[in-house]
């Protein structure tokens, strides 16, 4: 796996689908941003588990990241130094993958958010569930 190509679990591809239709944003790449910084957020290490790429959902890194790549890059690499891991190309894939999937998971759990107005709430403050 390579930060050049992304590609999401299908639970993951799942939750994403009912996110597109709580929120009404329409794009995978978008929403998966919202989940990445979530994520990153999150002051935790993600869960250290085996995620499949068994979904149709792909996209590339600049996809992903759009005008802004560089900027998800230097989050995650500052990430990953933050947490003593290094930024080897194996590290940012990885951690990468958990933490996408991580923010996926973390708000399609959250039962509460109705609207797109919710996830800016639940992004603003991603370790509390919106009111």
């Avoid at 992304?6 to 939750?15: H, L, T």
């Avoid at 990430?79 to 999937?101: K, V």
Wanted: glycine share 6%; net charge positive; proline share 3%.
């Amino acid at each position: 796996m390579s930060l050049d190509h992304i590609r999401v679990s299908e639970r993951a591809k799942d939750q994403l689908t009912r996110l597109k239709r709580t929120t009404g944003i329409q794009n995978w790449n978008v929403l998966c941003r919202w989940a990445f910084c979530v994520s990153i957020a999150d002051p935790s290490l993600p869960t250290l588990t085996k995620i499949p790429a068994d979904s149709s959902v792909e996209m590339t890194w600049k996809v992903f990241g759009g005008a802004h790549d560089e900027i998800y890059l230097g989050l995650l690499k500052e990430r990953c130094r933050r947490d003593g891991m290094g930024t080897s190309e194996d590290i940012l894939n990885a951690q990468f993958r958990l933490h996408l999937h991580r923010g996926i998971g973390t708000l399609a759990a959250d039962k509460r958010m109705r609207n797109i107005a919710d996830l800016v709430r639940r992004a603003a403050d991603p370790q509390k569930e919106v009111d």
